[in-house]
């Protein structure tokens, strides 16, 4: 179960994966000095391809107009999987990112909270999923522990006194309490490991695929692509499904059609 995985940054993603049995790749990262664009790995060596891409560009919090950036590494990771032809890939960004449209996948998007898989932690995260097979995600979720509820660990945290010291903020992220990452500055460290998605969130992701790779037929899930099953008449599983849902109406999604073209869905 070799996979790549693209802008791996500590890729705290890729660990879940490790932990899942994949062996992981890493490709190249601008915090260790790489450039993807000058990136061409082999055909059809990889099962699957994992990517966490620059999301400033497509956030509800930004401040400032897009610099382009984003869409850029998004087509970049587009051309990856044209030249590589995984058998799957998984794109983690936050919710407002452009559809990926690649020919011959078939795409689901999916949101998957860490206090789904068993962390503390209140951290949404957003991922793509494309199957040349067809394969669908199911991910398993847990009731959110409301009780002991963490607000989100920010990369922006290690810019100020935090609330957290650096062991509680990795500990929230999944990772041991005495994780260290030497030659970074502390605001580094924690922009490193914020920037990352959840262990368990990580982990549960790559059980789903193994999983969806054994299922003889396809599961019939939510409209809104969670991955939740849905029976009889529902097309959503949840109220907030059903507003998902309807929000996506009123809005025009961006799609990024490799090998680049942006058209809109």
């Not at 790549?4 to 932990?19: H, V, W």
């Not at 992981?24 to 915090?31: H, K, Y």
């Not at 580094?188 to 998605?197: I, L």
């Not at 309807?246 to 990024?256: A, G, I, M, N, P």
Request: glycine share 10%.
């Amino acid at each position: 179960m070799l996979i790549l995985s693209l802008f791996p940054g500590i890729d705290i993603l890729g660990r879940g994966f490790e932990t899942a049995g994949y062996c992981v790749v890493r490709g190249p990262d601008l915090l260790w000095g790489g450039d993807i664009r000058k990136f061409h790995p082999p055909i059809g060596k990889f099962e699957g391809i994992i990517c966490g891409s620059p999301c400033q560009d497509f956030s509800k919090a930004r401040r400032s107009p897009p610099t382009g950036y984003g869409m850029e590494m998004l087509k970049e990771f587009a051309r990856v999987i044209i030249e590589t032809r995984p058998g799957w890939w998984l794109l983690e960004n936050v919710p407002t990112v452009p559809n990926i449209t690649i020919p011959g996948y078939t795409v689901q998007r999916l949101d998957l909270n860490a206090n789904e898989c068993g962390s503390t932690q209140n951290r949404l995260r957003h991922f793509q999923f494309g199957s040349l097979r067809g394969l669908v995600l199911v991910p398993p979720r847990a009731p959110p522990n409301s009780t002991q509820s963490q607000p989100s660990c920010l990369a922006s945290e290690g810019k100020r006194p935090s609330r957290r010291t650096w062991e509680k903020f990795c500990e929230l992220q999944g990772l041991p309490r005495d994780f260290d990452l030497p030659g970074l500055t502390l605001h580094a460290r924690y922009q490193a490991v914020g920037n990352g998605v959840h262990l368990a969130v990580a982990h549960t992701l790559a059980v789903s695929i193994q999983v969806a790779h054994t299922r003889t037929t396809t599961p019939l899930v939510c409209a809104c692509n969670c991955g939740r099953i849905v029976t009889g008449n529902q097309t959503c599983a949840t109220p907030a499904c059903r507003k998902r849902m309807e929000r996506r109406r009123k809005r025009d999604l961006v799609s990024v059609t490799a090998p680049g073209l942006v058209t809109i869905a």
